[in-house]
């Protein structure tokens, strides 16, 4: 079966590679290690890059090193979101009704991913770039674009989920739902060194 994988990236972080040694993820492997039967067409991984932070000044490096991972896999196409910061006054927490107080505090939000995925899924889908789709996500908010390829189209949708507890919603509109676990994750790394057209490069040290 053709599939093409849509990758959620920010939600794959969140909810599966946090915090964990697997961090260096060969995507493809991945995919191919949880679909056996499938033939991975393309895989779309939808992220923003971030900026370094003070309390961790190498955040961006490490994601513009991973990227460049991804880059040497040919079927794997990232396309781009961004971040949106500002700042919005929120209620402290603790204060009573009649003297709540107030603090201003930096949101970061990211934008346009989901909305990317779902253009992609939907337009894929029309042009017949894949037999099955498939998303690596637990957004419920992309329960829309699925249950219109699903219905209009008539095309399997399924879902990877990154969390414990895959959403309801998903799951009712899905053709099927996988939980990407850790002995997956540990199987689909990448070597610690590769090579691209620039040279060699290697996973970061703090993975």
Not at 25 to 43: A, E, R, S, V, Y
Not at 72 to 80: D, G, K, R, Y
Request: a positive charge.
């Amino acid at each position: 079966m053709r599939t093409s994988v849509y990758i959620d990236g920010f939600n794959l972080y969140y909810g599966a590679l946090r915090g964990t040694p697997y961090q260096w993820l060969d995507l493809n492997k991945m995919c191919c290690t949880i679909l056996p039967k499938h033939q991975i067409h393309t895989i779309k991984y939808f992220t923003a890059r971030v900026s370094a932070r003070p309390n961790d000044p190498g955040q961006s490096a490490r994601q513009q090193t991973y990227l460049r991972a991804l880059r040497t896999l040919p079927n794997v196409e990232i396309i781009f979101g961004h971040f949106l910061t500002h700042e919005v006054y929120m209620p402290l927490a603790g204060c009573p009704p009649q003297n709540q107080q107030y603090v201003k505090v930096i949101r970061t939000e990211e934008k346009g991913s989901d909305v990317n995925l779902a253009a992609h899924l939907l337009n894929d889908g029309y042009k017949g770039e894949y037999e099955v789709a498939v998303v690596i996500t637990n957004d419920s908010d992309l329960q829309a674009p699925i249950r219109i390829v699903r219905q209009e189209l008539q095309l399997p949708v399924g879902i990877l989920n990154p969390y414990r507890q895959a959403s309801r919603e998903l799951v009712r509109h899905a053709s099927f739902v996988k939980t990407i676990r850790k002995g997956l994750l540990a199987a689909s790394q990448f070597p610690p060194t590769l090579q691209d057209s620039t040279g060699l490069f290697s996973k970061p040290s703090t993975w």
